[in-house]
């Protein structure tokens, strides 16, 4: 496998934010502690670490059996071993998408196995652990997936197992209607591991969480990769002390979220969760739907309001401790103050994210601050575009690379189409190039020696001419798109292997596809490419 790198800063639709931290520029540094170079804190970071010794052996305990529960390896079971007696956690975490969800979910996991193992040779026992984020209640962000049908047009596999709107997806449960959606994805991918993989797990009576769950416990096997289930009633149990900070504090914390966002605007970053003067880290379950729960001031004592569609009530801050004490089991954190409930319940050294979770740090610092007095540094996952053989045969084909995918389809058939054009009509363009500039050339001379002011007016002449050119050069190359199918289908497929509607492989595809094909050797492969200290977008060539 041959990898290059590809900056961030040429990758489209790449924020500031995420592209000054990468570079750790002055201006990012107020939202980022710690640097994203891994190595320059892992020993700085492990000192200051502290975690309670009681609540390591329950939530290990809850570990242990959550893992077991999906047949967990040798591997992983030592690591559960190696955190009960003082390991740190390297984290990472992702919603439980369809049949495992897209690539980058593979690509988290595998970072935090290579974070964790750097961190164990510079002398910090470390562990990797994966946070389904079960309790999310968006259903049709992961009740689907798409991988390349045998023309390389996106096939979308969709499950229609549901439960009630709004419902947490730890809820939805798999029933008869995963078995030919199942048949149909492994009829796709060919017989292999993975395909065997999907059919085990991918079953009758399973969840989403579960299943994904049963497929990440058997992938990562020889890696010894930590899962744990989010929505788990013990762990919201060992998380209540959060949930009711989050209530105690809820006017401070507002009111420094706030101040975050200013300042984030201030340094002509974004935010990338909107904060209101009545929001509340917290979602409450009501008729088993996950709805938010706002504060506003009422007179001299904040005010609490669970609004649903069937009723809205209203509580005094009393009033919601005590449901949290009863019942902390029926609460959930927001994404801003997930990750401070996560590293309440494990010990983090560091989380493995990307360009969105880096953005939803930068806002929940300052909720890490308020509650836990640190902020736990993220460090950037691995990113990368899988080139496949048939895809390298077509770059070298038509003399393009893979950032020209990048830049969208409609650019991407101009330049096949222009690689393309009978040889003699490319020459006929290129002479009629060179032949302006020269012929405007002398032109220029001449002009300068009869009137200098000229001279900008035949260059502006000179523009209007190339202008034309290349207008009748991509009417021509248009042309050629038209007669040519073969050359549109080259353009359609190289587009949806490498920029998938519009957005990067690792987000688009499957990552079961890649597995099915190459083997869950890649895997390996893919890990021995993860360096901690290169930040960028990793080319592979398989």
């Not at 990338?272 to 739907?289: C, D, R």
């Not at 009723?311 to 997930?338: G, M, Q």
Request: charged share 20%.
């Amino acid at each position: 496998m041959k990898a290059q790198c590809l900056p961030f800063t040429q990758i489209p639709h790449t924020t500031r934010l995420f592209t000054d931290f990468l570079s750790y520029s002055p201006g990012v540094r107020p939202f980022f502690p710690n640097s994203p170079h891994f190595s320059e804190w892992i020993s700085s970071q492990a000192s200051a670490l502290q975690y309670d010794s009681a609540r390591r052996q329950r939530v290990s305990s809850i570990l242990e059996r959550q893992n077991k529960s999906w047949d967990a390896s040798p591997q992983t079971l030592a690591n559960l071993s190696r955190l009960r007696g003082g390991a740190a956690a390297i984290v990472t975490g992702q919603q439980v998408g369809l049949f495992g969800g897209p690539m980058f979910s593979v690509y988290k996991a595998l970072t935090a196995v290579k974070l964790a193992e750097e961190a164990t040779s510079a002398g910090v026992d470390s562990v990797p652990v994966f946070w389904l984020a079960t309790y999310d209640h968006d259903l049709a962000e992961v009740n689907h997936i798409s991988m390349p049908g045998p023309d390389g047009l996106p096939r979308t596999f969709t499950t229609s197992s549901h439960s009630i709107p709004d419902a947490p997806v730890s809820e939805v449960r798999l029933g008869e209607e995963i078995v030919p959606l199942v048949a149909e994805a492994a009829a796709l991918l060919g017989d292999s591991d993975a395909s065997e993989l999907l059919r085990e797990s991918y079953r009758p009576g399973e969840t989403l969480g579960t299943a994904f769950a049963r497929f990440y416990a058997r992938l990562f096997s020889a890696y010894g990769v930590i899962l744990l289930d989010a929505a788990d009633p013990e762990l919201h149990r060992v998380a209540a002390p959060i949930y009711r900070a989050a209530v105690e504090q809820a006017s401070e914390i507002d009111d420094a979220l706030l101040a975050r966002g200013r300042d984030l605007e201030a340094a002509h970053y974004h935010q990338q969760v909107k904060v209101t003067p009545s929001s509340v880290l917290l979602f409450t379950l009501q008729n088993g739907a996950r709805t938010p729960i706002q504060h506003r001031a009422n007179g001299g004592s904040p005010e609490f309001v669970i609004a649903s569609e069937s009723a809205t009530h209203k509580l005094s801050s009393n009033e919601l401790l005590d449901r949290i004490s009863t019942a902390p089991e029926k609460f959930s954190p927001n994404v801003l103050l997930r990750p401070v409930v996560q590293d309440y319940l494990l010990p983090t050294l560091a989380y493995a994210g990307g360009a969105a979770e880096a953005a939803y740090f930068a806002q929940a610092g300052a909720v890490y601050e308020k509650i836990l007095g640190r902020v736990t540094p993220i460090v950037s996952r691995f990113s990368a575009t899988l080139v496949e053989p048939k895809v390298q045969r077509y770059l070298r084909q038509y003399g393009i690379t893979v950032l020209d995918a990048f830049q969208g389809s409609e650019a991407l058939r101009h330049k096949l189409a222009a690689h393309t054009l009978p040889a003699d009509l490319r020459s006929a363009f290129e002479r009629a190039s060179k032949s302006l500039d020269e012929s405007f050339a002398s032109l220029h001379a001449a002009l300068a020696k009869l009137d200098p002011t000229l001279v900008d007016a035949s260059q502006t002449g000179l523009s209007k001419v190339h202008y034309q050119l290349d207008r009748l050069r991509e009417r021509a190359m248009a042309a050629e798109l038209r007669r040519s199918e073969v050359l549109s289908r080259h353009a359609e497929a190289l587009s949806q292997a490498l920029y998938p509607d519009g957005a990067l492989q690792e987000r688009g595809i499957a990552g079961v596809y890649y597995l099915a094909r190459h083997g869950t050797e890649l895997l390996k492969n893919i890990h021995d490419a993860i360096r901690s200290d290169c930040l960028d977008h990793q080319i592979l060539e398989l």
